[in-house]
């Protein structure tokens, strides 16, 4: 099932990012020394307790008919997630509140977190980073996969496609690093480097924006070789298990982000269901570790795992 905001179409993106996470198989080999498990990772040179962040999700009432507001879920988001020694990432909207209250909640916390804009038009991008200062902001990200919802692309001002110029000119009006969300195959992956992204998340948008296409799981090895550790990898798109993040890791990740769970946790159970979903998950993700041969995120490599992917 899918909760929330549903995907395009017959649903089939959603459901094959599920599906393919079936077909990676952690290789179980538990002869290595009885070690601390240990999760703790970096974030662009900032330490985390494990490499599990928060997706950016916006717009509670439209589409989870939920009650809660904006302000109070991104302050469930960002407060829960640094309760847990990890971040989260914000999201946008066409209404300049989805953006601008988890920002300024980003700043209450010191700047920890990645604020999230939507690839708008040159006029939206001008007036939401007018608003913010990305100076001591962890990252800035950019979800250019959100072309693709098309109730946006009608807005005043409008979501447009990005072009490599647009990453360039958001580049060069930030000062933190940028993340580009919404890599799916090796070729977009390197267009976002030239434009000078310092890192990507491949997510095909939780399966909301094009039905049928590639899972996030399968298009990852091929991005991982072709990024060639010039940028980080994170990835998103199904996964509801420390067990599912192993894989990830295994593949050529340097992180997992956790939507539509994360999202339900924030409005039924505040900050503290967020914090104690991610520490469910790094407990799972030290499970799968120490029956791996794993004691450090370094030795999850992709001899870990076993693929059955059908082409």
Known sequence: QIPGVGGKG??????????????????????????????????????????IFGAPIAGMRPQYQSDVSEKDYAWAMIEGALKAGTISFTGDGKDLNLFLEPAEIIKQHDYQGVITIKPWEQKGLDLRLSKIDTSKLWALACDIDAAGLLFLRDADPKITNFSIEDIKYLKQKISCPLIIKGILTPKAALKALEGGADGIVVSNHGGRVLDDTLSTIEALPEIVKAIDKRAKIFIDGGFRSGNDIFKALSLGADGVLIGRPLALEAITEGSQGVTNYLFRLQQELKETMLMCGANELSEITPDKVMIDFER
């Not at 020394?33 to 494990?50: A, V």
């Open 10 to 51: 017959t649903g089939s993106t959603f459901k094959r990012n599920y599906a393919c996470l079936r077909k990676v198989h952690p290789l179980m080999d538990p002869l290595k020394s009885d070690r601390e498990i240990i999760t703790k990772s970096e974030f662009f040179g900032h330490p985390i307790s494990m490499p």
